[in-house]
């Protein structure tokens, strides 16, 4: 048996009622009882009619024996029996009573049906045992301490090999557990102190505000942790990437203007009846044209904007690094998310934002992970987002593309952001299973790499 889960140091599971378990060995004892009973009457009925035949046959040796050598000879000839060599007679048996049988024997006897009955009596109670665990723990888990305990662990004498065996590898896990758990109160008590020095509350005012409160604490801390790490000397790029992609989404809308008056130009052509509608439309993309080719130039009038957005980049959650390209921008992203007073590493991420619409009309928005965060070998993946192993899974895509096109760089940003950080509430218990937590806050700048297998209850 393989019970991998223990119990409560101070509260055992009643996983095996103990009524049900004595109840079991009574019954296996009884009827191993009761069948040794059955077998002893077999033989006291058997010893006993063998004494009758023993007997009947010294009577008839009596008879034979007092016959001549040779009648003798014959007759022990025809019934298949010898003389004895030297008186020439045939020999007695000494018949032996059941009484007598069985007080020669008593001893060895007894022993023999009480070890049957204890054996008998501690396989069913093994096999119960195992078969009523019904929370995955040690087999030397026992349910009961004291008297209870004891009886249970006297009963299952016969699994004590195997229980030995379970007891050492309970300890070991014991062992690992205990420092698990004392890690872990270790890194919820640093964030308390965090949460305390950050709302500069008592320790008592602190105890009053739920999880959710202080993992937005939390939050806080982490996305002016990572902030530091941004050069200020990247301000120049962004600008002029920011008014490029400006000036190049005015010109790709006027680009669009024109496709669409040639479209209808063409469509009047083909279809008269259908002239005054398409002179409409080609009437109101010319409008917009014409105001797109009057508006001002964008890097002239729309510095505070720039800096502005440049000033909510780089404090979006967990962005820790900035790249600037001629259209494109790439953010360096950390994903630290705080659970029940811990926070869990979520992994680095390359996040790609190209507003440029390519040749099949799309634009790009894509995270892909660059450092794990994650457990190996998880039992579950309930919690991670996926599309394959290190591209994440998106939500709301399709709004994300049109902020792009329509050239909204912080909205488009904003929600890929959320998205990483975002956890379904029916998923969230599952967190601790999936990814690793943080022991220390300063890890958050200098992550471990997830390179050894982690285990998980």
């Not at 998310?337 to 040749?359: A, M, N, T």
Request: net charge neutral.
């Amino acid at each position: 048996m393989n019970f991998r889960k223990m119990k409560d140091g101070t509260v055992y599971g009643d996983d095996v009622p103990f009524q049900d378990f004595v109840r079991v060995a009574a019954l296996a004892a009884f009827i191993t009882a009761l069948i040794c009973l059955v077998i002893s009457i077999l033989t006291w009925l058997l010893v006993c009619e063998t004494y009758r035949e023993d007997c009947k046959r010294n009577e008839i040796v009596e008879i034979v024996n007092q016959l001549p050598v040779d009648e003798r000879e014959d007759l022990t000839s025809y019934l298949g029996e010898e003389l004895d060599d030297t008186t020439r007679r045939m020999p007695k048996i000494e018949p032996k009573s059941a009484s007598a049988f069985f007080k020669q024997y008593s001893t060895p006897i007894w022993l023999t049906i009480i070890f049957i009955i204890l054996t008998v009596a501690s396989l069913a109670t093994t096999w119960h045992y195992g078969a009523q665990k019904n929370g995955g723990y040690f087999y030397a888990d026992l349910p009961y301490r004291g008297v209870k305990g004891t009886v249970m662990l006297l009963l299952l004498w016969i699994s004590w090999p195997g229980m030995l065996i379970s007891f050492f590898c309970m300890q070991k896990k014991r062992r690992k557990k205990q420092k698990l758990d004392q890690e872990r109160a270790q890194t919820v008590e640093q964030a308390r102190e965090m949460a305390t020095q950050q709302l500069e509350l008592a320790p008592a005012e602190l105890a009053k505000l739920s999880s959710e409160e202080i993992d937005k604490v939390l939050e806080k801390v982490i996305s002016q942790t990572l902030t530091r790490k941004i050069k200020e000397d990247n301000f120049d790029d962004f600008r002029k990437m920011r008014s490029r992609n400006n000036e190049h989404a005015r010109s790709a809308r006027a680009d669009e203007s024109r496709q669409h008056i040639e479209r209808l130009q063409s469509a009047i052509k083909e279809c008269a009846e259908k002239m005054q509608n398409y002179q409409r439309g080609i009437g109101r993309e010319q409008a917009r044209l014409r105001e797109l080719e009057k508006q001002p130039d964008i890097r002239a009038v729309s510095d505070e904007q720039i800096a502005r957005e440049w000033q909510e980049l780089q404090t979006m959650r967990g962005v820790y690094g900035i790249v600037i390209g001629d259209h494109d921008i790439l953010l360096k992203v950390r994903v630290c998310v705080p659970y029940e007073g811990v926070v869990y590493d979520f992994g680095d991420y390359y996040v790609v934002l190209d507003p440029d619409v390519d040749h099949d009309g799309f634009v790009t928005a894509r995270a892909t992970e660059v450092r794990s965060g994650r457990i190996q070998y998880s039992k579950t993946r309930q919690a991670i987002y996926r599309n394959g192993e290190s591209v994440f899974c998106l939500s709301n895509p399709d709004l994300i593309h049109r902020y792009l096109r329509e050239n909204n760089l912080i909205a488009a940003t904003a929600l890929v952001i959320d998205s990483l950080h975002y956890v379904n509430p029916g998923d969230r218990a599952a967190i601790p299973k999936c990814f690793r937590a943080i022991q220390d806050i300063e890890e958050i700048n200098n992550p471990k790499m997830n390179t050894k297998t982690e285990e998980r209850d």
